[in-house]
């Protein structure tokens, strides 16, 4: 497993923005794809962004347009810039390489007025 460490959540007001952090040791996100997901109270955790190890990215319906997912070029870490925040989005949002069965330990997002 690759140790990946997450940063960046808080409490921000409806319609603001948050940027997500994900870190790991070495250029492995150039390997593999990662994919940042979110587990709200009472509910399955969803996958919310997706990219690819050769940069393509894919993104739940009812974030697109407004999440944006992109690396660094040293590609050690990811980001989930997050515009137009909606309470809907509250959750805690993790990162993880799936096909090594990698995750965070994620980080609390609250929007909320």
């Known amino acids: 497993q690759v140790q990946l460490v997450e940063s960046g959540g808080g409490l921000v007001q409806p319609g603001g923005s948050l940027r997500l952090s994900c870190a790991a040791a070495?250029?492995?996100?150039?390997?593999?794809?990662m994919g940042w997901y979110r587990q709200a109270p009472g509910k399955q955790r969803e996958l919310v962004a997706r990219i690819g190890s050769g940069g393509s990215t894919n993104y739940a319906d009812s974030v697109k347009g407004r999440f944006a997912i992109s690396r660094e070029p040293a590609k050690t870490t990811v980001y989930l810039q997050m515009n137009s925040l909606k309470p809907e989005a509250t959750a805690v949002y993790y990162c993880?390489?799936?096909?090594?069965?990698?995750w965070g330990q994620g980080t609390q997002v609250t929007v909320s007025s």
């Open positions: 070495g250029n492995i996100f150039r390997i593999y794809a």
């Open positions: 993880s390489i799936p096909l090594l069965d990698s």
